[in-house]
């Protein structure tokens, strides 16, 4: 899966989180300004699928949560270390960025990719 070994780099520059309860708050793509950022996963089928915003750009030692509600299992890998489940369903997938750079990512399920901006 070449979408897989292009985020393979990320390694030691993502941390996990340790997954909390806490309700996700209104869509903040793009705030840079805030110090959580959320990304969901948006389309009907093979083709639509999509993460939104596709290109996230935040400050070091900021979080991203990714949370979907799909009709298709999907996942967010950054690399064999990195990842969420694979699921239709996940409510609060997230990692704090340490480093500065460009993180990507992929649903290994279907290919689609997304980009993390750590400036
Ligand atoms: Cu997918």
């Not at 996990?16 to 089928?45: F, M």
């Not at 799909?70 to 270390?81: E, I, K, P, Q």
């Amino acid at each position: 899966m070449p979408a897989h070994t292009r985020a393979i780099f990320v390694g030691a520059a993502v941390a996990a989180v340790a997954a909390g309860s806490a309700a996700l708050g209104p869509d903040v793509a793009g705030a840079a300004k805030k110090h959580t950022h959320h990304v969901t996963i948006k389309g009907t089928d093979f083709a639509s699928y999509r993460f939104a915003p596709k290109k996230l750009t935040i400050k070091k030692g900021q979080t991203v949560h990714w949370s979907w509600n799909s009709n298709a299992s999907h996942n967010v890998t950054f690399s064999a270390t990195k990842h969420s489940a694979t699921a239709s369903q996940v409510t609060d997938f997230k990692l704090k960025f340490k480093k500065k750079g460009t993180f990507a990512y992929s649903c290994t399920v279907h290919g689609f990719t997304g980009k993390i901006v750590v400036d």
